[in-house]
């Protein structure tokens, strides 16, 4: 086994090693590249790569949470491809990312895991019980579409101003359920992440606007003939009006139209409006993840 500092060069690798784990996640090579070569210096991001005889089998990944006002937040992601686990890979990982994070000041870390890490997690202190559900469609058959109101106009992604969709992200994300509040979310770094990402397809992403106001967004990824629900949000004072319903049902019949026939998507265990209305798309559960969090 060797462990090294991940490059844009394993970018198929990446992705092709995240389908093999997480089949219900959405990543495309150009999106693990995008993922692995642009994020804002402050997050200290360290990104790590195992190989077996030649081919990669592990990835892991650390770093600062950067949009939110807590200091020290910090997130690792570690997955093992499922032929190469019980031989340490992961625990050689884990504990070079705690150092990583530890050095740049993390003083508190997530990690989602599926049901068989908990033993894993758990071991290396982490602790908690918050449920992330994941769930997939088919784009074939979708319910009727909602009505659009009569003040809300519909458009695409790639119609409107980047400043004007930063602006609706920031404020639906607010009371977003998460470990860390996200209410210190840059533009700079928000557009080079997000809103350039090779992953967002603004041609399949609807927005409701009123006036010159993106008040709800539903934000698509696509890779191959899969999509993936990046961001749902409604702006608080448009909330209640059916508004996210009505623009992913329009996002779905748009991935559908495009050739794509499988859509996913996650959310909290107590967003319940929100699971209310992906169960109305059609959306069946495939997995569910845990929170877990841990003191450095």
Known sequence: MRIRPASGDDAE???ALRRAVYEYKVMSPAAARHMMTVFSPAERFLALVAEADGELVAWGSA??????????????????HPEHRKQGIGSTLIDRLHQHLT????????????????????????DGTRQMHFAG???????????????????????????QAFAADAAASLDEPSDAPMDAVDY?????????APALDKSLSVA????????????????????????????????GRGLAKLVKSVALRRCAAAGITSAYTSNDDVNGPMLAINNWLGYRRVATEYGLMRTL
């Open 188 to 196: 700079d770094d928000w557009f080079n992440e997000t809103w350039t």
């Open 208 to 239: 409701a606007v009123a006036g010159d106001e993106v008040v709800c967004f539903t934000a698509v990824e696509t890779a191959s003939d899969r999509a993936w629900s990046g961001m749902t949000g409604t702006i608080p004072a448009y909330r």
């Open 137 to 163: 469609a088919g784009t074939a058959d979708l319910p009727e579409q909602p009505p659009t109101p009569a003040d809300i106009e519909l458009v695409t992604m790639d119609q409107v101003d980047p400043r």
């Open 13 to 15: 690798a990446v992705a």
């Open 103 to 126: 050095e740049v000041g993390a003083t508190r870390v997530g990690v989602f895991v599926r049901p068989e890490g908990l033993e894993f997690a758990r071991k290396r202190g982490y």
């Open 63 to 80: 770093g600062l949470n950067t949009w939110t006002s807590e200091a020290g937040r910090s997130n690792i992601s570690l997955y093992v």
